[in-house]
């Protein structure tokens, strides 16, 4: 059973417009939102999270929305920079489980 | 990464022969996970560990083993290695999982030809 459905599987942005990865979660309990980067060869890293506490956390350039009522939550890079071609995962809470990954380019 | 190392960062290896890889960190985190990441497949939980001993099955544990007799310590063990197991392997540590998420190594490259 998958909690957390992630889209799309990929996605292909020209350097300086919005990139926006959304999820959506199954299970009411999660209390913990976070979005993790990796780039090719590495370790996912934690890169923001959320608590439903609030609608939205912006850190620099990313932001997640969060939307308690559709269950889901999003990502979106503001300004897209080649520097951010990763891949991007989310979670719920403990869970243990990921998103399928979006693999995102950002072209110069 | 800062607080966790695995080794080897590559292993080829034949089928049939056993495998340990070795996740270690100085965080003295209480949380620690093997996954494994292939195309198509995302990442995918193999065992995880909740203290000293105490070890769990993930989505994918079959033909894995885990033993934890350190809280620094985490070992993987293929106890026959398969083609279907290479893959890339990584850990993960965490402190409070509901609350901080997860800290990855930089992984193992395993090769089981």
């Known amino acids: 059973q998958q909690q957390v459905k992630q889209s799309p599987q990929s996605l292909i942005v020209q350097k300086g417009g919005i990139s926006i990865i959304n999820c959506a979660y199954e299970?009411?309990?999660?209390?913990?939102f976070p979005w993790y980067q990796q780039f090719p060869g590495k370790g996912p890293a934690l890169l923001i999270a959320i608590r439903p506490d609030v609608s939205e956390k912006k850190e620099g350039r990313f932001t997640i929305s969060f939307n308690k009522s559709a269950k889901q939550f999003s990502l979106h890079i503001m300004d897209s920079q080649p520097g951010d071609s990763a891949t991007y995962f989310c979670a719920g809470s403990d869970d243990m489980r990921f998103g399928a990954g979006t693999r995102l380019t950002v072209k110069p | 990464d800062a607080g966790i190392t695995q080794s080897p960062r590559h292993k080829v290896t034949e089928t049939g022969t056993p495998v340990t890889l070795r996740c270690h960190q100085t965080?003295?985190?209480?949380?620690m996970y093997w996954y494994r990441q292939d195309p198509g497949h995302g990442l995918r939980l193999i065992h995880y560990?909740?203290?000293?001993?105490?070890?769990d099955k993930g989505e994918v544990s079959d033909g894995y083993s885990v033993s934890r007799s350190k809280t620094e310590d985490f070992l993987l063990t293929l106890e026959s290695a398969t083609s279907s197991q290479t893959s890339v392997y990584f850990c993960?540590?965490?402190?409070?999982?509901?609350?901080?998420?997860?800290?990855f190594g930089s992984g193992t490259r395993l090769t089981v030809v």
């Open positions: 299970n009411t309990a999660f209390d913990y």
């Open positions: 965080e003295n985190h209480r949380y």
């Open positions: 993960a540590i965490s402190e409070s999982p509901g609350r901080s998420g997860y800290t």
């Open positions: 560990s909740y203290g000293v001993k105490d070890t």
